[in-house]
T-cell receptor, first 117, second 114 residues
Framework: GAGVSQTPSNKVTEKGKYVELRCDPISGHTALYWYRQSLGQGPEFLIYFQGTGAADDSGLPNDRFFAVRPEGSVSTLKIQRTERGDSAVYLC???????????????FGPGTRLTVL | AQSVTQLGSHVSVSEGALVLLRCNYSSSVPPYLFWYVQYPNQGLQLLLKYTSAATLVKGINGFEAEFKKSETSFHLTKPSAHMSDAAEYFCAVSSFSGNTPLVFGKGTRLSVIA
């Protein structure tokens, strides 16, 4: 079946601009996660959705970052007033239940590479 | 708080040789441990996971890992490297009881030499 998809695959923007990154999880998966992967680093947790609600947003670095999942499926990560330090690969993952919060197997998308000039 | 340390940012082995990628974790609650592989321009793929059942875990592509509580380690091994194993490997920790997100190590890049 189809895996997790993310669009766009690449996004180049200018400092100060607003961007939206989209994630389509595997059909039927109730849990959705966003991570950020900077060059030479492992993925860092940003936010976790269980259904439509954000169950844990403790990883969002500041209030310029916001994510929604209005119908419990597709999610959008929104970044306002982008900064050069926001440049990274943004990964999305989904899991069937999110049981125990995070121990359910997560399936990752290919990521969106964001470059802020 | 939980953390993962992967020793060696780059490991190089000859084709057919043993692969050993090291991972040590820190956790105040019983951990769940994972190994993911990332091929260029692709998402992370789960290789295997430890969830408090058998301490020796077998995964895909001939990889396995052993949970050693006394050493706080979860090293990844494969008896014989193949060229297709060249990729970035990430160890990660979470916890059922702690209900915490996956915490990843910085990754180890595996090169396989013909």
């Amino acid at each position: 079946g189809a895996g997790v998809s993310q669009t766009p695959s690449n996004k180049v923007t200018e400092k100060g601009k607003y961007v939206e990154l989209r994630c389509d999880p595997i059909s039927g998966h109730t849990a959705l996660y966003w991570y950020r992967q900077s060059l030479g680093q492992g993925p860092e947790f940003l936010i976790y959705f269980q259904g439509t609600g954000a169950a844990d947003d403790s990883g969002l670095p500041n209030d310029r970052f916001f994510a929604v999942r209005p119908e419990g499926s597709v999610s959008t990560l929104k970044i306002q007033r982008t900064e050069r330090g926001d440049s990274a690969v943004y990964l999305c993952a989904s899991s069937l239940r999110g049981a125990g919060g995070y121990t359910d197997t997560q399936y990752f998308g290919p990521g969106t590479r964001l470059t802020v000039l | 708080a939980q953390s993962v340390t992967q020793l060696g940012s780059h490991v190089s082995v000859s084709e057919g040789a043993l692969v050993l990628l090291r991972c040590n974790y820190s956790s105040s609650v019983p951990p769940y441990l994972f190994w993911y592989v990332q091929y260029p321009n692709q998402g992370l793929q789960l290789l295997l996971k430890y969830t408090s059942a058998a301490t020796l875990v077998k995964g895909i592509n001939g990889f396995e890992a052993e949970f050693k509580k006394s050493e706080t380690s979860f090293h990844l091994t494969k008896p014989s490297a193949h060229m297709s194993d060249a990729a970035e490997y990430f160890c990660a920790v979470s916890s059922f009881s702690g209900n915490t997100p996956l915490v990843f190590g910085k990754g180890t890049r595996l090169s396989v030499i013909a």
